[in-house]
């Protein structure tokens, strides 16, 4: 992408690239970074691996957190000095929980053409399996590490009814999980971990239960959560009011005791433990069995 003697200013691209699987790289963007002059990188030694999978030749250079102000202003100067640059991450999308923001910045301050090549982002792909409302969502990056300012945000976004989507590191997931559980209470919720890759793990429950599970303890790599939005709806019904639409769910669809309590709880915001006592109950009637 080397410019013509008429023109001397070039282009900083921000590339996507995949997330776990080599496949998901675009057509578009292995075009880019074939034709680029130069490929900035979160981690070189990272971003290698995929460049030798393609047998992309471009040469790079590092810009990550540490550096990112300094570096920015290096390859800031060298698009205006006509060359075109390639912004990449370790994985997924720029600038989304990863560096870029200031890289952008800085070249739309120098009047430098910003040209997104998009491609995987792992909120994105796990929010179209999570099975939440997905028309209206709240991605929070990542949480703050230090607990209590991390439940003092929590309280900040209790009342809120959109999807919720956080990254979270294996070291915090557990306690990060707890402060969930105890601010916003119990909820829906889908923790997904090495998307994309081999060993992709989607588990889907009730907090309560994945804070429990040894595997989401035990794990390696981080975490895309997706909570369910709080729910503001009618919350005095009585009791034969809750079994006619336990009764009216059942005769619907076939759907187990569980998910016929987890639907009931998200139509209504009644309290999970009142409608599964109702629910045992219909279940051990004689003339249900």
């Not at 001397?8 to 578009?28: C, F, H, S, W």
């Not at 956080?166 to 402060?179: C, T, V, W």
């Not at 005095?236 to 998910?259: G, M, N, P, V, Y």
Request: proline share 4%.
């Amino acid at each position: 992408m080397n410019k013509s003697a008429g023109e001397k200013q070039g282009n900083l691209y921000m590339v996507a690239t995949p997330i776990g699987n080599l496949e998901d790289i675009t057509l578009r963007a292995l075009r880019v970074l074939k034709e680029v002059d130069l490929i900035a990188a979160e981690d070189t030694r990272h971003s290698r691996i995929l460049l030798n999978a393609y047998n992309i030749k471009t040469p790079l250079i590092s810009l990550h957190e540490h550096n990112e102000k300094e570096r920015s202003e290096l390859i800031v100067s060298r698009i205006k000095n006509g060359i075109s640059i390639a912004y990449i991450s370790d994985a997924g999308t720029p600038c989304i929980s990863d560096p870029g923001y200031h890289l952008v910045h800085i070249a739309l301050e120098n009047q430098i053409s910003v040209i997104p090549v998009p491609g995987p982002s792992a909120l994105i792909t796990a929010l179209s399996v999570c099975g939440f409302p997905a028309d209206h969502f709240l991605f929070c990056g990542f949480l703050p590490p230090k607990e209590n300012k991390r439940r003092r945000f929590l309280e900040s976004i209790k009342d809120e009814e959109k999807t919720i989507i956080f990254y979270e590191s294996p070291a915090r997931i557990i306690d990060a999980l707890k402060d969930v559980y105890d601010v916003l209470g119990d909820r829906q919720i889908v923790v997904a971990r090495e998307l994309t890759k081999v060993f992709e793990e989607i588990k889907r429950g009730w907090i309560s239960d994945i804070v429990t599970e040894r595997s989401v303890s035990k794990a390696k790599g981080e975490f895309t959560v997706i909570l369910q939005g709080a729910f503001h709806g009618p919350v005095s019904l009585t009791d034969d009011e809750i079994q006619e639409k336990l009764l009216q769910l059942w005769a619907e669809r076939t759907i187990s005791l569980r998910d016929a309590v987890a639907e009931i709880v998200r139509r209504t915001g009644l309290s999970r433990k009142k409608v599964y006592d109702m629910a045992v109950k219909i279940r051990q009637a004689p003339d249900r069995n």
